[in-house]
């Protein structure tokens, strides 16, 4: 299917326990220009990974979490391309621990919440501009009971909401913003974030997509 996605500049921010080289074989596929911001240490591995000269695909090495990388990435993109007509905000690293480990929940909120929050934030400016939409990936373990993980589910949750308002707040400048839900990432999530980073889903924002599996 012809997404009319040609030429457009996407940005896959938070690689880290996430592996998109499928959301970027499908991207790229659509001729979009995919431009991965993720933890430096994850680069080399992603790069062994896929061929670079086939694709247009562009690696940076970000700390997602940090808000002065996450800005200094935007800038170097806008410099080189001019524009970014999507955001797809994929999970952090996290560890799961009970409710009573405090550190482990500031550091949860830090390295998943908090990257999604910094990320859209630097790139909205250009999503105005561009009425791009955002895709943010967040797996249902919010939704699902298991033993020690509240600060994980919590994160979790609040990338959820974070996903509904979004939404109503950038009705208005046409930014379209959605969440998928899945236990795993299964590479029918690919197609469907590259549905939603579409005008094909033109009415489609605020909502959480459940993949079951």
């Known amino acids: 299917m012809d997404l009319d996605l040609q030429n457009k500049v996407i940005v896959i921010s938070g690689y880290a326990n996430s592996n998109p080289l499928n959301l970027i074989r499908v991207l790229s596929d659509e001729g979009a220009t995919v431009i991965i911001t993720g933890t430096i240490k994850d680069i080399p591995k992603l790069k062994k990974e896929i061929e670079i000269s086939d694709r247009n695909v562009i690696l940076t090495g970000v700390k997602p979490d940090h808000p002065a990388d996450c800005e200094n990435a935007v800038q170097t993109i806008i410099r080189e391309f001019g524009r970014i007509d999507g955001l797809v905000n994929l999970p952090g690293l996290h560890e799961d621990a009970g409710s009573g480990n405090t550190e482990m929940f500031l550091e949860s909120l830090q390295k998943i919440l ?19 939409p955002i895709v943010n990936i967040s797996f249902n373990s919010s939704e699902r009971e298991k033993e020690n993980s509240a600060v994980y589910a919590a994160s979790k949750g609040g990338i959820n909401a974070l996903t509904r308002e979004w939404a109503v707040e950038l009705l208005k400048y046409r930014i379209r913003v959605n969440a998928i839900l899945a236990k795993e990432y299964v590479s029918e999530i690919s197609n469907t974030v590259a549905f939603l980073l579409s005008n094909k889903s033109s009415h489609t924002t605020g909502q959480l997509i459940r993949f079951g599996g």
Do not use: D, I, N, W
């Open 114 to 132: 908090a990257q999604y929050y910094l990320m859209t934030h630097f790139v909205l400016p250009y999503l105005k501009k561009s009425k791009g």
